[in-house]
């Protein structure tokens, strides 16, 4: 037992010289009670990182939930590791625009209707602008940009016409990248995400649809390759900490209720201060 305790000790110090840092995490969970119960929402890109984790969060509060994505055996592991009667999914590529109402009309049937809508699908690359093709450019647009453009009226609109008084919710997934100059495609997409949460935020909220987003920093995901189970460090910003997806969907979850009807149009960043 010693022996053991001293080796995992020692594999920490071995991180900490070769990463530049250790750092444990310990993440909770705000108990809102069931203050989403019947509820029904819709989770784009679902089946991993910061989708899964919205909504396992969203499944917690006692939501209905459907999470959506391109990959057919990802969303089965998902569903299968969340493990939950309230939770579905439903195969949809969102770049394809020309589907998009088709797929969300079939998903709101599956449904018996929609109260929130997480538009997080989103193709990340850091090609910079000077080696990006057109090909790729228009990949990377209409999926981060173009579908949550579409959606975003789409979603409200329906709101509109059939959930009446009671309105909606659509957040956006950002990036703190978005509020960073640099040469990537995929910042720009973020900093547009920004821009048509406030228009569009603007343009409904006099009828109780509230659409916000939320700018992650570096996220402990399959995308950024860390693990902060195994080691939570971050050098770059200022809590020098990763983010756990979970966190993001704790902010999802606040801004999905009822506390944060006030709050419109809003870009809110969770990066650790690394854009301060």
């Not at 010693?2 to 110090?13: C, E, G, H, T, V």
């Given at each position: ?143 981060n940009v173009k579908s949550v453009y579409f959606l975003c009226r789409m979603v409200a609109e329906w709101y509109k016409k059939h959930n009446g008084e009671a309105g909606g919710k659509i957040i956006n997934i950002s990036s ?33 649809v509230q659409i916000n987003a939320i700018a992650p920093g570096v996220v402990s995901a399959s995308v950024n390759k860390t693990d902060w189970e195994s080691n939570a460090y971050c050098s770059s910003n200022q809590i020098k ?36």
């Amino acid at each position: 037992m010693i022996l053991k305790s001293f080796a995992a000790r020692f594999f920490k110090y071995l991180k900490f010289c070769s990463g530049g840092g250790y750092t444990n995490l310990l993440v909770s969970w705000v108990n809102y009670e069931e203050i989403l119960k019947g509820k029904k929402a819709i989770v784009t890109g679902g089946s991993d990182g910061i989708g899964l984790a919205i909504a396992k969060k969203l499944l917690s509060l006692g939501a209905e939930v459907v999470i959506t994505g391109r990959d057919e055996q990802k969303l089965q592991r998902a569903k299968q590791q969340v493990n939950s009667g309230h939770l579905s999914t439903y195969q949809w590529d969102v770049s394809d625009i020309a589907k998009l109402e088709e797929n969300f009309l079939a998903v709101v049937d599956r449904l018996g209707g929609v109260d929130l809508f997480v538009n997080n699908a989103a193709m990340v690359s850091f090609h910079t602008i000077s080696n990006m093709d057109e090909s790729y450019y228009d990949k990377m647009h209409t999926t981060n940009v173009k579908s949550v453009y579409f959606l975003c009226r789409m979603v409200a609109e329906w709101y509109k016409k059939h959930n009446g008084e009671a309105g909606g919710k659509i957040i956006n997934i950002s990036s703190m990248n978005a509020f960073i100059n640099d040469e990537y495609l995929y910042s720009m997409t973020k900093n547009d995400i920004n821009r048509i949460t406030a228009s569009f935020g603007k343009r409904y909220a006099p009828y109780n649809v509230q659409i916000n987003a939320i700018a992650p920093g570096v996220v402990s995901a399959s995308v950024n390759k860390t693990d902060w189970e195994s080691n939570a460090y971050c050098s770059s910003n200022q809590i020098k900490r990763v983010i756990p997806p979970e966190e993001i969907a704790e902010i999802c979850a606040f801004l999905a209720s009822n506390s944060a009807n006030c709050i419109v149009g809003q870009t809110i960043s969770a990066d650790g201060g690394e854009t301060l």
